[in-house]
Every structure is written in C-alpha cells, then in structure tokens.
C-alpha cells in the first residue's frame, strides 16, 4: 500500500503543477495588422514640432535719405511693407544720423503706419562728436516690439537741424506667414 500511496501523491503533485501552470498569467501577444504607409510631398511636408517658428521669415530693412535737410525739418524713412499675408513683428530700430555742427538738441523721432497712422515707437539720438567732415554724429539702437499688418507702410519721421551727411535708419524682426500661424487681430 506503500506504494500506492507514493505514486498516488506523485500523480496528484503533477496534476496541480499543470492545474497551476493553466491558471498563471500568459504573456499578451499582439495581433498583427497590414502595415500603412504614409505618402507626403516636397511641396507638402509633414509639418515639424514648432510650426510657429516655421512661419518667420527675416526681416530687415535699412533706409538711407542723404537729402534730410534745412532746420528741424521732418526727415522720412519708408522701410519695405510686408507682403499681403505676412504680418512683420519688428523687434529692433536703430539709427545713424549725420547732423549740423550747430546742432544743440538730439536727434528725436517716431515710427508709424499707414494706413491707420498708429504711432508704434519714439526715438532719440544723442548728439556724439564731430566727424573729419564736420557734421555731428547721433547715434541709436532701440529694442521695440509692434505689428505691423500684410500691404501697411511704416516709416520713420526723424527731426533734427540737418547738414547732408549720411542718415540711415533700420527696422529688423521678422516676417510671420498668416497661412500658417493664421494671424489673429491686432488688439490695440
């Protein structure tokens, strides 16, 4: 009977080792599908992470108006517009202005746009040394940031007691392609 008992156990012992082995977890499997394949163009990229700073384009335009002249005269700077369905984000203005030996007060300015005639920025030039041709240097360079909508002008109307030196006056920032971005409203 020993021996029955043994092998009884023994049978039992095996029968609960599978019993156990049925019962555990199984691994997922994963079901296979038809692999897709996915078609874009040159001219249709698929569009990167920052699709905002995809939409900027450089933008800087540098004026020079050598005929700035006679006492406190208004001296205008028309920069490039930006193109219909481009918005220009200007982020800087800076300045070079060659005035009158006889100048006392600074070079003093604005930017504004046409057509609503906005004002965006004031500028001043203070008054530096006197060049080998003897005109008086002013000089700046001004961080700013407004908008200025696709097909509006801007421009720089600058004040000073003028000699005919050289003026120059540029505009950089960037230009933002409202196909992309979609340029909502200026709030002003």
């Known amino acids: 009977m020993d021996m029955k008992k043994k092998y009884l156990t023994a049978l039992a012992a095996v029968g609960g080792l599978i019993a156990i082995g049925a019962l555990a977890p199984q691994p997922a499997r994963a079901v296979y599908s038809s692999p897709v394949t996915v078609y874009n163009t040159n001219s249709q990229p698929v569009p ?16 020079q108006n050598p005929t700035c002249g ?35 007060t600074p070079v003093m300015g604005y930017l504004e ?8 920025a004031g500028l001043t030039a203070p008054l530096g040394q006197i060049d080998l041709g003897g005109h008086i240097q002013a000089a700046f360079d001004t ?4 908008y200025v909508n696709g097909g509006d002008n801007v421009f720089a109307v600058v004040s ?26 200026i709030a002003h």
């Open 143 to 146: 961080p700013t940031r407004f």
């Open 48 to 63: 990167g992470t920052d699709v905002e700073r995809m939409a900027r384009i450089p933008y800087m335009s540098s004026v």
């Open 160 to 185: 000073a007691n003028w000699s005919n030196g050289n003026n120059t006056v540029i505009l950089t920032g960037y230009l933002e392609n409202c196909s992309i971005s979609g340029c909502p409203p």
């Open 70 to 104: 006679g006492n406190g005269n208004a001296c205008f700077f028309n920069f490039a517009a930006p193109p219909v369905g481009y918005r220009l984000v200007a982020e800087n203005l800076s300045g070079y202005f060659q005035v009158s030996p006889a100048s006392t």
């Open 113 to 120: 746009d046409s057509p609503s005639f906005t004002v965006f």
